[in-house]
């Protein structure tokens, strides 16, 4: 009995299909208009995940960008420090002056500051400005450091190093 009433149904379901095909046919270009209707709809969808797929692309190239030059920054204002606290550059230059090639464009700046008040261990706060002029990008770097005080301490291979 089921496999019978199974195939009427089934017997039934083409029938409502072909007569909803026949009705739908009767209507002059409702094929036509129904096919255009999807082509666009699928279109404005494509359209929309690449604009928002593009955005974000866009996003992350940005932020590598900043972490780039964050980055090279960060390591350029180190340099300043360290050549400060070796004795290689002094606080009489303040800048702005540019760095050597291959660093065109990038142009650092001191600002120092006497900290504490202890006469025995004088020390300065030191704030590093680098900027890239062409990008307009500013990154500041400051830190407490003893300037000009360096002691003598025995070399391994004889002599003092400073």
Known sequence: MRPKKKLMQTNRNQADWDRLKTALQAVPGYCRATVLLEVLLALALFAGAATVIGIGFKAS??????????????????????ELQMGIRSLAETGPEAFGPPFEGWVWEIAATPWGTDEAKPLTQVEVIVRHEPTGFVHRLAQVIQIGHTTSVPGAIGGTVP
């Open 61 to 82: 190239i940005d932020g590598a960008e900043r972490v780039r030059m964050n980055t090279h920054a960060v390591n350029l204002a180190v340099t300043v420090i360290s």
